[in-house]
């Protein structure tokens, strides 16, 4: 079986709180407290890109893996964000942490992107093909954020988080499942800078070089993926939702948090909430979610975590483990 071998994320120091936003846009506390479940979110520094992010969460990994970098054979960086459309941010990651022999590609799939990678990473070992892959969760999505659209700024912020998958002898992942809905595609887009509508003075004009969102249908989509994938990851592992002992889900609103766990009948004890503090950071939500939890100390040997998530493509996907360090 593939497992966690190590964990590690970072969050910037920058704290942005719903009362800074109030100065630069015609919104409240209130109305973000009580509409999204947000009291401060982590902006990146100017001088901080995705792979700067990435770097430490993955540094973090190694340690706690007891892994060296030059051991990694595959980095997977899920992001939305990368610091430029090519090279990947996934070797640059590579060449700053040291890792001679790994291969290393981005992995774009909204906000699934760390579960899309962990299941592509999980399948290289499976598959005899490498030993260690270091997955990784990255954004600095909120520079791809309009500071005059109080529907989308207010939402996000900032972070990485990072696993070492290997064999393990225990636990480890029972089950993980993707999809994907192009024909949702236009809910949720970051219009310029691609072949279809590359930079020009018009896209300027059209503020297209920052993301465009329907809130109320990637609601929708979400609280019924939240659901739905939840139930198909069960399925296959052949385990009953009762026997969830972490659901970590993917941090973008706290009523999409709630209505999915409800409608699941899981109790909010046993749900990770951390988007009170971070926001929505986007890829490397989860992977915060669960290093915070492990920090904590809160995860015990045995333990079984479903990880859940939903984004831009519009994706989905959730990955069933046994937790066993
Ligand atoms: N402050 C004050 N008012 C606001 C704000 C704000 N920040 N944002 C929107 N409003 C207003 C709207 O303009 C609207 O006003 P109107 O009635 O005068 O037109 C009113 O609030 C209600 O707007 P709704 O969009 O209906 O508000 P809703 O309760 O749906 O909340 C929200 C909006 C928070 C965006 C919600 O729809 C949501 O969370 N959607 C999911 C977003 C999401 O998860 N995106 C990320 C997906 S993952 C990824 O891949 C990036």
């Known amino acids: 079986m593939t497992g966690i071998v190590g964990l590690g994320s970072y969050v910037p120091e920058i704290v942005v709180t719903n009362a800074d936003l109030e100065k630069i846009l015609d919104t409240s506390d209130e109305w973000i407290k009580t509409r999204t479940g947000i009291l401060e979110r982590r902006f990146a520094s100017k001088d901080q890109a995705t792979s700067d992010l990435a770097v430490i969460a993955a540094e973090r990994a190694l340690k706690d893996a007891n892994v060296s970098a030059d051991e990694i054979d595959l980095i997977i960086v899920g992001t939305n ?43 290289c070992i ?18 791809m954020m309009d500071n005059t659209d109080r529907g989308t700024y207010v939402l996000f912020g900032d972070g990485a988080g990072a696993a070492v998958l290997s064999s393990v002898s225990r636990g480890g992942f029972l089950a993980s499942e993707l999809y994907a809905d192009g024909s949702l595609a236009q809910h949720l887009v970051f ?29 929708k989509f979400s609280v019924r993926e939240i659901s739905r994938v939840s139930m198909k990851v069960l399925e296959k592992a052949q385990l009953p939702l009762d026997r969830v002992d972490w659901f970590i889900p993917h941090q973008a609103n706290l009523r999409i948090i709630q209505a999915g766990a409800q409608k699941l009948g899981i109790p909010m004890e046993k749900v990770v909430v951390t988007i009170d503090k971070y926001g929505n950071s986007s890829s490397a939500s989860i992977p915060v979610a669960l290093d915070e939890v492990y920090r904590k100390g809160v995860l015990k040997n045995g333990d079984t975590v479903l990880m859940v998530s939903f984004g831009a493509g519009m994706t989905s996907g959730g990955i069933l483990m046994e937790w066993w360090r």
């Open 81 to 123: 964000s990368p610091d430029t459309l090519y090279p990947a941010t996934a070797c640059l990651v590579q060449d700053k942490i040291g890792a001679r022999n790994a291969a290393a590609f981005d992995l774009q799939a909204g906000c699934t992107g760390w579960v899309y990678a962990a299941t592509v990473g999980a399948q």
């Open 126 to 143: 499976e598959s005899g093909m490498y030993k260690h892959v270091l997955v990784i969760g990255a954004e600095v999505i909120t520079r």
């Open 191 to 219: 219009p310029a800078g691609g072949t279809r509508k590359p930079f020009s003075e018009e896209v300027l004009r059209e503020r297209a070089y920052f993301t465009k969102m329907d809130g109320s249908d990637v609601f």
